[in-house]
């Protein structure tokens, strides 16, 4: 089952890299009470993620703060090494994005939103998403029909839906 608008998110267990190292990060709790964007990519490093959707979030992080939003969060099945380095890298981190790894693609997979692309070496990847999240319940959702398109996740797309 594909998840829709009006949804509660799985349980699922993320994870980030932390001073120790690699953290589990409960998404139940993390959006429990809050108002959070999720925005999910096929892969850390790719071009059109790289160069179009997390620079949309960074520009428009000021303005999803002025409405409201607690949090912008980051998902891709990649591990947390390659999350935190990308995001240092993309200059998300810096702007205040968090960057979480879904290792497994076990969310990804609960959430109905997996595909493969052998060809691209891209497999039990994500689809390119963003979705507004209020405690816990999606609000909006906004999925790309192409993985190498970023036109209706983009965080200007989003902002304007919300």
């Not at 390119?128 to 319940?137: I, L, N, P, Q, S």
Request: a negative charge.
């Amino acid at each position: 089952m594909t998840l829709s608008s009006g949804d509660k998110l799985p349980d699922a267990t993320l994870l980030k890299l932390g001073e120790k190292g690699p953290e589990a990060v409960d998404l139940k709790s993390l959006t429990a009470g809050r108002k959070v964007v999720i925005f999910a990519v096929p892969g850390a490093y790719t071009p059109t993620c790289s160069a179009a959707h997390v620079p949309s979030f960074i520009r428009t992080k000021a303005q999803f703060d002025a409405a409201g939003v607690d949090e912008i969060i980051c998902v891709s099945v990649n591990d947390p090494f390659v999350m935190k380095a990308w995001g240092e890298a993309t200059g998300a981190t810096e702007a205040g994005i968090t960057m979480l790894a879904d290792a497994e693609s076990a969310f990804t997979k609960a959430i109905g939103l997996d595909f493969d692309a052998p060809p691209a070496g891209l497999l039990a990847r994500s689809k390119r998403y963003a979705m507004a999240v209020e405690d816990g319940t999606v609000t909006v959702l906004h999925v790309e029909e192409s993985p190498g398109t970023c036109e209706v996740t983009a965080g200007e797309s989003l902002l304007a839906a919300m």
